[in-house]
């Protein structure tokens, strides 16, 4: 098979630069996706704050993923999914210079294409790399597992937890965990400031109390069969069934291989200028972003500089494999950047007083007096979140055999998701229960849209509404 | 009742190749391991090196059982199809007064009738051994097990040894308990042999057949997992020391997989009653933090980041009315109850020789025993990578090895874990550590195979990883 643009993975970087390719009018694309569908982790991602930025809706994630996903779908026989690409490498051909070998269920496929988009996302650190001292016990588990098992498997890792790393994914799985009965006795950072967005610090431990300790590492795990404790640098020891580590993402280049001082392994492209001309990079592979909506924007700006690189215009850009260090480069120094700022906010006391308004990418910051904001929208956003604030709840609920994530249809009062959640855990959608879907009885498995309402008025006057479906 | 020729206790590398080769010689088999599955302690945690055996005192049995496990170790890696990859190996001397270490090593070497020379390596006078390879220990213990149970041994998991008496008919009667989902349950098999491989658990075993004078000295050793794409090395490097010298003498040693294992470190425990294997196996910051640092003098770059895994084995040296014994160790004390203790490195190297040697002081006194002599065949894993659906990206570990892996071993009578499953199949052993293919393999196991997440353990009873339905 010979193609223009050879894609690999299917989440959302690898769906953006599929979708604008085809608008660009790009033929011969082919995506790969190892899993059984598209979107990659955004499935699993079942919380609210996506979209804010490139389409100014706040969307969950299964959601978001669902847009790019019926946007593909006339394409649909250009995507491979259970298609797992074994390796890249040089081929004989001097015009589609790559080639790949993709393993599916009916055997190997091999592709020889012109350019490759690397949209391999990126992968957890684990204990070994967080490098915790003790015993090996069941119940330790990085972040997105614990996030993938409670909300696509239908299962509850623990009942307490210590979660390790303040960044975006630990910040999540505190408050999901929280809704859903687990007690969070706290969050550890082992950096002096928090790693997530000031949204989700604020949504995520505030709203349930949960505490943060800057500058603290879990120095031990106890327990012989079951995680029954831990000891923080901070001195303190707590007991929990479950340690939830959230310490990093590392961009996965391993089709790429690394470059090593003293092993054989070396760089596909290391050497071969033409080569590494071809070989683009974007989403997480690239660098891990904070925004699934600035992933989009690469992939949306890969794909025109493929397109200009397919009509032969000579190109330099940063998504190249031969940029890629200078990119990361500048991105380390961005994040640098901003955390010295942050660390000086923090040292202000009006610091804990200003509210991140959340309504669009500026994130202005709203002081006590109502002052900061770009707009009148933030000085009202912020005058609510002071007096009553409202949250989108995000959450799952069973519908015939399917765990279907839902969220209510706007935001509910903070205090009354006690409530809601109550309501959730007595829901049932089954053959032997009377509830009803769409105001009428469910006799059968009934098929589910993402959009669907589930219950009208659930709470507070908002719908409960389905993010992801059960058909493919 | 259950009666047996031989009863093994203790599924190891020991174990097994004892199981094994009664087996191969027609003797009816038992064997009783306290853990769910094969492989589970010290056999499972070590660095994987087929020994030569330059390393042992000239006429220790170390020294004898290695050099003839490491004659013997390729053939029998084909016969069990195990991976078995000879790299040679290097001791080098990091100082001029470390020299005479590598000098010493060498006339040891000699002696026991190991192929070694001196060399030059980087500049460093060396010892160079060309016969050093290295194994998988797990898949080696696991295709051990599995051949002697195609060949009618007989396993029973879970199992722990409380009574060992002789019976009327001069027979060893063995009561065991079974933990279960229903309580405890008893069970009594007999045999008219029994050979005691229970590793760290041996001089229990000992004690509780009648034979006070063995204690097992819990020795730990830290090691430091290397992520693949890091890099690879070709062959072991292991420093020249001066014994008890203040350094860990850190060795580096490639594994079949890929891996670089720093360590490992050399610790003896202090143990307690109630202490639990377990907290054995717990790792320490200290040693953690002394491996990386000797690690990263030889390994120029490495960054934590890049270990991937830190884990613990056990050496169970021996004691002897108290004393410590240096090597391996063959007691017979009661007839027809053959105890091996002590057996630390190199005993995966000697697993087999030791097994032979067991079994044929079995044969001698009973050769109607070994009429029925049953061929073995050979069973591998044809592992299907590449040409279908990975469940496991990082180790490219397929549905289909997956479900090959846990049919086998429940077949073998063993409990499926994660840990077993892993043993089998590195599924969750690459750098991700599982944080992908951990769900896939839940859902696949309770699709293809109707197992209950809620009962699915990490370890065994106990280490269930789920607490609840979410809905």
């Known amino acids: ?472 | 009742m259950d009666k047996f020729d031989l009863i093994v206790i203790g599924a190891g590398a020991v174990g097994s190749a004892v199981a094994y080769e009664g087996a191969k010689n027609g003797l009816s088999v038992c064997v009783i391991e306290r853990e769910p599955d094969v492989c589970f302690e010290t056999s499972a945690r070590n660095s994987g090196v087929v020994h030569s055996g330059f390393n042992n005192p000239t006429g220790s049995l170390k020294a004898l059982y290695c050099k003839r496990g490491s004659d013997m170790f390729e053939g029998l890696a084909t016969e069990i199809d195990v991976p078995y990859r000879k790299t040679g190996k290097y001791v080098v001397a990091i100082s001029d007064e470390d020299k005479i270490y590598v000098d010493e090593l060498y006339e040891q070497g000699r002696a026991n009738g190991v192929n070694v020379e001196t060399c030059e390596f980087q500049g460093r006078y060396a010892l160079y051994s060309p016969d050093t390879a290295i194994t998988d220990p797990l898949r080696y213990t696991i295709a051990l097990a599995e051949a002697a149970h195609l060949n009618g041994a007989i396993f029973h998991f879970d199992r722990n040894v409380k009574i060992i008496e002789k019976n009327s008919d001069s027979l060893f009667e063995l009561t065991t308990t079974q933990k279960g989902d229903y309580g405890e349950k008893e069970q009594i098999f007999t045999s008219r042999y029994v050979v005691n491989a229970a590793g760290l658990g041996a001089a229990d075993v000992c004690r509780i057949a009648g034979i006070d004078k063995f204690e097992v000295l819990p020795c730990r050793g830290e090691y430091h997992i290397v992520d693949p794409y890091f890099g690879e090395i070709d062959y072991p490097v292991y420093p020249a020391v001066r014994p008890g010298a203040d350094v860990l003498g850190v060795h580096l040693t490639p594994t079949i997989d890929g891996n670089i294992l720093i360590g490992p470190s050399s610790e003896y425990l202090q143990v307690s009653k109630d202490m639990m294997l377990p907290e054995l196996y717990a790792t320490t910051g200290e040693v953690m933090d002394q491996l990386f640092e000797e690690g990263s003098r030889l390994l120029p770059g490495l960054t934590k980041a890049a270990i991937i895994r830190s884990f613990a084995g056990v050496r169970p040296k021996v004691l002897v009315d108290g004393d410590e014994y240096d090597d391996f160790l063959i007691d017979e004390s009661i007839e027809g109850f053959i105890s091996l203790l002590g057996i630390e490195s190199p005993g995966i190297t000697a697993s087999m020789p030791l097994a032979m040697e067991v079994v044929d002081k079995i044969i001698s006194y009973a050769p109607e025993l070994s009429a029925k002599k049953v061929a073995l065949g050979t069973f591998p894993y044809n592992r299907v990578s590449g040409a279908a659906q990975q469940i496991c990206r990082c180790e490219s570990v397929t549905a289909n090895d997956v479900l090959m892996a846990f049919d086998r071993l429940t077949s073998l009578g063993a409990r499926p874990t994660l840990r077993g499953l892993k043993n089998r199949t590195r599924i969750g052993m690459g750098r991700c550590q599982g944080s992908f293919c951990t769900g896939e393999l839940i859902t696949l196991l309770r699709q293809e195979r109707q197992i209950d997440p809620m009962k699915f353990s990490m370890a065994g009873a106990g280490s269930e990883m789920f607490t609840r339905r979410l809905r």
């Open chain 1, 1 to 472: 098979m010979k193609k223009n643009v050879l894609i690999i993975g299917g989440g959302p970087a690898g769906m953006a630069t599929m979708d604008k390719l085809f608008e660009l009018g790009v033929s011969d694309v082919l995506l790969c996706e190892r899993s059984d569908r598209l979107g990659g982790l955004l499935p699993q991602c079942i919380h609210d704050g996506f979209g804010l930025s490139i389409l100014g809706k706040n969307l969950s994630g299964p959601e978001y993923s669902s847009l790019y996903i019926q946007k593909l779908k006339p394409h649909a026989e250009d995507i491979l999914l259970e298609a797992t690409v074994m390796n890249i490498s040089k081929s004989e051909n001097e015009d589609y210079p790559i080639a790949a070998e993709i393993a599916t269920s009916n055997g190997s496929i091999f592709v020889e294409a012109k350019t490759v988009v690397l949209a391999t996302g990126c992968r957890e650190r684990g204990r070994g790399a967080a490098y915790i001292p003790g015993t090996r016990p069941a119940g330790v588990y990085s972040a997105g597992l614990a996030q993938s098992l409670v909300n696509l498997k239908n299962l509850v890792i623990g009942d307490s937890a210590v979660i390790v790393g303040s960044g975006d994914i630990g910040l999540i799985m505190a408050r999901r965990l929280t809704l859903e009965g687990v007690d969070v006795k706290c969050v550890v950072e082992i950096d002096n400031v928090p790693g997530g967005l000031p949204r989700n610090l604020r949504q995520c431990l505030y709203d349930y109390d949960i505490p943060l300790y800057l500058n603290t590492t879990v120095t031990n795990i106890y327990g012989n069969d079951r995680v029954t404790g831990v000891s923080l640098s901070n001195g303190m020891d707590i007991d929990c069934d479950t340690v939830i580590l959230s310490v990093g993402l590392i961009p996965e280049n391993s089709l790429l291989d690394y470059k090593s001082e003293i092993g054989k392994k070396v760089l596909l492209a290391d050497g071969d200028e033409a080569l590494s001309k071809r070989i683009f990079l974007c989403g997480n592979s690239l660098f891990v972003h904070g925004l699934v909506d600035d992933v989009s924007n690469n992939g949306a700006e890969v794909a025109e500089e493929i397109n200009e690189f397919l009509n032969n215009k000579d190109i330099n850009s940063k998504y190249q494999y031969t940029n890629i260090e200078e990119t990361r480069a500048q991105e380390s120094k961005r994040v640098k950047a901003n955390k010295e700022k942050l660390v000086k906010k923090m040292e202000s006391e009006d610091y804990y007083k200003t509210i991140t308004c959340i309504l669009c990418p500026n994130s202005c910051e709203i002081a006590e007096d109502g002052s900061g904001g770009k707009c009148e929208r933030g000085a009202a956003y912020a005058a609510e979140e002071r007096t009553a604030p409202k949250r989108v709840l995000t959450t799952s609920v069973m519908v015939w055999s399917d765990l279907i994530s839902v969220r209510t249809s706007k935001p509910i009062p903070k205090e009354h998701i006690p409530e809601a959640m109550e309501r959730i855990e007595h829901l049932r959608f089954g053959p032997d229960c009377a509830a009803s879907f769409r105001g009428k009885p469910m006799p059968s498995r009934p098929m589910i849209h993402p959009g669907d309402v589930l219950v009208k008025d659930f709470i507070d006057g908002a719908d409960l509404i389905a993010t992801r479906g059960n058909i493919r």
